[in-house]
């Protein structure tokens, strides 16, 4: 009897190992695909390269135009897309897993259309050129640290609706909705009194594409993304145990109000970087946990990554389809991503609980 | 002594909910707490666990204040299970009972946590449900799975907020079988319910609770038709059945 029931422990064990196997080698494949996609994407775009325009560049070191379309354009381009698609992916995720509520992301919560209304009236108020002191910030940077404080004010605003009322997350959405559109008519009445110029640069902000940071943003984007991503990595065992109530969550000596605070506070600002640099991408966020959780979700931990990694491939994708599909013209991804998400949105809604 | 509790009071706004509460557990005991809903049974286990503040009053965890333990300290000495467990989330059986090993690791289930957790699925029979997800199990295995994960923590003083409730008999049983081993290894139980026949059967002592105060708190053998009576407002008749008790309700006094 003893020796039988140590064979079924191991056996277990075992099965607990193939099964942890299993997701390991789903975020390897995220991994594999997501080079593969890259490289492919440095090929794509308004001007064609071939494998032997690649090799000029990096091996017999060509300068030109080549070097620069690669070297400028199409790598921070791509590299912007892995890092921002990640960052929403995992901002997304964690807003669903804190707020319990399966709708939550950036997008949905009105946090991205806060972000994009910060920009748009920086663009269109905010004029220093009349205080040169003040006139360096007047350049792009601008616009980025306006929507990052607009999307903080929205994140509060949410933050306080969940907190102070154990709002049902019925409630919590349809704040987000209420947000959006709020911050949606204040970016038409802004763009009402822009100029052509501004309001070309308000309409572009909008509608979301990396292909418009330059390395150094991207060098911000990656290091606000790693710094998350390894703090929700590493306390993914008791952001699952949150999942199981507040009270279990605390008899397990999981402190869940530090937590929720630090993983709210660590979405945001993540996404407040993503979208102040490369504008509003919607669905990103809300989509890709769904999408891993239908694959295979395995423990907390293994779905904050393996969101993350999906989220980064999905907008390398996307944004390859945004350059190829009208080619010459390059449609901003953030247009695409909307025309998916949202029959994928609804698709959500009336699923509803039985994906939960 | 594993638990000391001296002159508690708790109150939900105004509300005094526990008043004067004064009690002693000593180990390898099951201890039930009786009392109509709303007497405060859940609010007192929630004291205990320190996810309640009292307002006034000492809870002592091995003589020492629970005050002064950390959350994960306390993780390791005290296990709750709460009346009812969210579980929207996808989780399987082997999953949900490694939580119970959070407070002994740091970041990471380590292989020890992995046998302590197989060993429990085997010794509570669920190795057949081991993968599955436990949202698709039925109320009776879920709360099974609760407890185990209680027992994996191996904590020496357990909290079980109504584990029977909206339970078939089978299930009923199998829990208080599972509750009386976990005695049986010398550990602390302290159970919310409402079946008193159960009750009078597994149970080494009863407290029962009205209105916020110890009413009774005697042997099970002491739990007579007159006490239920003043406790509940319910006239009940006893039956003797193989040394215990069986309590069968018969009348509402107004």
Not at chain 1, 221 to 239: D, P
Not at chain 1, 325 to 351: C, E, M, Q, S
Not at chain 2, 7 to 14: D, I, P, R, S
Not at chain 2, 115 to 129: D, Q
Request: proline fraction near 2%.
């Amino acid at each position: 009897m003893e020796t039988n029931e140590l064979s079924i422990e191991k056996k277990i064990i075992k099965e607990e190992k193939k099964n942890s196997n299993k997701i390991i080698f789903l975020s390897l494949g995220l991994i594999l695909l997501i080079i593969l996609a890259s490289i492919y994407s440095l090929f794509v775009g308004a001007a064609e390269l071939d494998f032997s325009d690649l090799v000029r560049v990096i091996f017999e070191g060509e300068r030109g135009m080549i070097y620069n379309i690669i070297w400028n354009i199409r790598l921070p381009a791509i590299l912007t897309a892995l890092t921002a698609g990640m960052g929403l992916s995992l901002a997304g995720v964690v807003m669903q897993s804190i707020l319990k509520n399966p709708l939550a992301s950036p997008f949905t919560l009105g946090i991205s259309h806060a972000a994009a209304f910060g920009a748009a009236f920086a663009i269109v108020v905010v004029d220093f050129s009349n205080f040169p002191l003040l006139s360096f910030l007047d350049g792009f940077y601008l616009p980025s640290v306006s929507a990052f404080i607009f999307s903080q004010l929205a994140v509060i605003i949410v933050l306080l609706i969940s907190v102070k009322q154990q709002a049902s997350r019925e409630s919590i959405v349809l704040a987000g909705i209420a947000l959006s559109s709020l911050f949606t008519a204040g970016t038409t009445a802004l763009e009402f009194f822009a100029d052509d110029l501004e309001l070309a640069s308000v309409i572009y902000w909008t509608f979301g594409d990396p292909g418009r940071t330059n390395w150094n943003q991207f060098f911000i984007i990656l290091t606000v993304l790693l710094i998350s991503l390894v703090y929700f990595i590493y306390q993914g065992w008791s952001y699952g145990i949150l999942n199981s109530g507040d009270e279990l969550a605390a008899s397990l000596g999981v402190d869940s109000k530090r937590l929720r605070l630090f993983a709210m506070t660590a979405a945001s600002i993540l996404t407040a970087v993503i979208i102040s640099f490369v504008g509003v991408i919607g669905f990103i966020g809300l989509v890709t946990p769904h999408i891993i959780k239908k694959i295979a979700a395995g423990n907390q931990r293994q779905l904050f990554f393996n969101s993350a990694l999906a989220g980064g491939l999905l907008l390398i994708i996307a944004d390859n389809l945004a350059r190829t599909l009208f080619r010459p013209v390059v449609l901003p991804v953030g247009v695409l991503t909307a025309f998916l998400g949202a029959p994928l949105f609804i698709y959500l809604i009336v699923k509803g609980r039985q994906i939960w | 002594m594993i638990l000391k509790i001296e002159a508690l009071n708790f109150a939900y706004n105004k509300e005094r909910v526990l008043k004067n509460i004064n009690l002693e557990a000593e180990k390898g005991k099951l201890i039930t707490l009786i009392g109509p809903n709303g007497s405060g049974k859940s609010t007192l286990l929630k004291c205990i666990n320190n996810y309640l503040v009292p307002n006034q009053g000492i809870i002592k965890i091995k003589n020492k204040n629970i005050k002064d333990f950390t959350k994960k300290e306390l993780a390791k000495i005290i296990a709750y299970v709460p009346q009812a467990s969210e579980t929207k989330f996808n989780l399987n059986v082997f999953e949900t009972i490694l939580m119970g090993r959070k407070a002994h690791s740091g970041w990471k289930a380590t292989q020890k946590d992995k046998g302590i957790t197989a060993r429990v699925i085997c010794e509570m029979k669920l190795e057949k449900i081991a993968f599955k997800d436990i949202n698709n199990l039925s109320g009776g295995q879920r709360q099974k799975i609760f407890i185990a994960r209680a027992v994996a923590q191996e904590a020496e003083l357990i909290l079980l907020d109504e584990p029977t409730n909206n339970l078939d008999l089978k299930h009923q049983l199998e829990i208080f079988e599972m509750i009386e081993k976990e005695v049986n290894t010398g550990k602390t139980v302290i159970v919310t319910m409402h079946d008193l026949s159960l009750v009078n059967r597994f149970s080494d002592r009863i407290i029962m609770l009205k209105d916020g105060e110890v009413y009774s708190d005697d042997t099970a053998y002491s739990l007579s038709a007159s006490k239920i009576n003043s406790v509940y407002g319910v006239e009940v008749s006893l039956k003797d059945h193989k040394g215990s008790k069986i309590i069968i309700p018969e009348k509402v006094v107004i």
